[in-house]
């Protein structure tokens, strides 16, 4: 264990929560005042939960498995979330004559009033703790300025604390499933499921939007969506990682598991998402 971690780099922290350093000032006040359309789709995640797969997933339904439509249509709207630069920008200039889907990493309170509100839906992926860590520190390792996650064990540190780069996993995924998982305009799934039950979830998906497709238009969009076709599309925006379930074990030292186990046996008591959270399938 790291004691002392160093003083992070090139963040971006307003109102107490820690934003990446290409986030404005402004920028959670103009998500928060985002105008939401009837049709929108948001898809939600903490980093590293998977939601460039659940946005392909989600574009493949919209496109009903159509390959030469995606690509086209992921090639002129090259967007990340919401919340990086100036996309919220580009995400309202977008044309009305189909559904935006929309990424985010916003926490509960910056997200688009009108969304908490009914308007639009929402596409929530929540992946477990212990993978989702593994994952996360993965990708900030080798990101610049961003010193204190360089090793795992300080990185491990900092996943506990709430100054973590997007808060810790369970302030973030805590206040919208215990809060929000009722609400009509929310599908929550898990990151195990979609890997237990790929297509299951497609039409758990196409069920929500409304947008029923046929067996074999289904069967399209889940071959489309396999991990291993995802990677050989270049025009799939930022695909990285394994994608392993139970991957934590080959980074989590005995003592590290057992300290993450007694803070989330603590955090999740009584809770209705404790339910839903495996590590293994």
Same mark, same amino acid.
């Given at each position: 264990?790291?004691?002392?971690?160093?003083?992070?780099? !090139?963040?971006? $922290?307003?109102?107490?929560?820690?934003?990446?350093? #290409?986030?404005?000032?402004?920028?959670?006040?103009?998500? #928060?005042?985002?105008? *939401?359309?009837?049709?929108?789709?948001?898809?939600?995640?903490?980093?590293?939960?998977?939601? #460039?797969?659940?946005?392909?997933?989600?574009?493949?339904?919209?496109?009903?498995?159509?390959?030469?439509?995606?690509?086209?249509?992921?090639?002129?709207?090259?967007?990340?979330?919401?919340?990086?630069?100036?996309?919220?920008?580009?995400?309202?200039?977008?044309?009305?004559?189909?559904?935006?889907?929309?990424?985010?990493?916003?926490?509960?309170?910056?997200?688009?009033?009108?969304?908490?509100?009914?308007?639009?839906?929402?596409?929530?992926?929540?992946?477990?703790p212990k993978d989702n860590l593994v994952s996360y520190w993965n990708f900030l390792k080798d990101r610049q300025n961003l010193e204190e996650y360089e090793q795992w064990d300080s990185c491990f540190e900092a996943s506990l604390r709430a100054d973590m780069?997007?808060? &810790?996993?369970?302030?973030?995924?805590?206040?919208?499933?215990?809060?929000?998982? &009722?609400?009509?305009?929310?599908?929550?799934?898990?990151?195990?499921?979609?890997?237990?039950?790929?297509?299951?979830?497609?039409?758990?998906?196409?069920?929500?939007?409304?947008?029923?497709?046929?067996?074999?238009? $289904?069967?399209?969009? *889940?071959?489309?969506?396999?991990?291993?076709?995802?990677?050989?599309?270049? #025009?799939?925006?930022?695909?990285?990682?394994? !994608?392993?379930?139970?991957?934590?074990?080959?980074?989590?030292? $005995?003592?590290?598991?057992?300290?993450?186990?007694?803070?989330?046996?603590?955090?999740?008591?009584?809770?209705?998402?404790?339910?839903?959270? *495996?590590?293994?399938?």
């Amino acid at each position: 264990m790291t004691e002392n971690p160093k003083t992070l780099l !090139g963040l971006n $922290v307003i109102n107490g929560f820690t934003w990446p350093p #290409h986030v404005h000032d402004d920028t959670p006040d103009n998500i #928060h005042n985002f105008k *939401v359309r009837e049709d929108d789709v948001f898809v939600l995640t903490y980093p590293k939960s998977g939601i #460039h797969w659940t946005q392909t997933l989600v574009e493949n339904i919209l496109f009903e498995g159509n390959s030469d439509k995606i690509k086209k249509d992921s090639e002129s709207n090259p967007l990340g979330p919401i919340e990086l630069g100036d996309n919220f920008k580009k995400y309202e200039s977008f044309s009305t004559e189909k559904p935006r889907v929309i990424m985010s990493h916003a926490p509960v309170d910056v997200l688009p009033k009108q969304l908490l509100e009914g308007k639009g839906k929402v596409v929530f992926v929540i992946r477990n703790p212990k993978d989702n860590l593994v994952s996360y520190w993965n990708f900030l390792k080798d990101r610049q300025n961003l010193e204190e996650y360089e090793q795992w064990d300080s990185c491990f540190e900092a996943s506990l604390r709430a100054d973590m780069l997007y808060g &810790n996993w369970f302030d973030f995924n805590l206040p919208y499933y215990e809060h929000h998982r &009722n609400k009509k305009n929310f599908l929550f799934l898990t990151y195990e499921e979609m890997e237990l039950d790929h297509k299951g979830c497609v039409v758990r998906i196409c069920e929500f939007l409304s947008r029923p497709l046929s067996e074999e238009q $289904v069967d399209k969009v *889940v071959e489309n969506t396999t991990f291993s076709n995802m990677k050989a599309n270049k #025009h799939v925006l930022c695909f990285q990682g394994k !994608g392993i379930v139970g991957d934590w074990k080959t980074r989590f030292t $005995v003592a590290q598991n057992e300290r993450f186990d007694a803070i989330c046996n603590q955090r999740m008591e009584g809770t209705a998402l404790a339910k839903r959270i *495996v590590f293994e399938i």
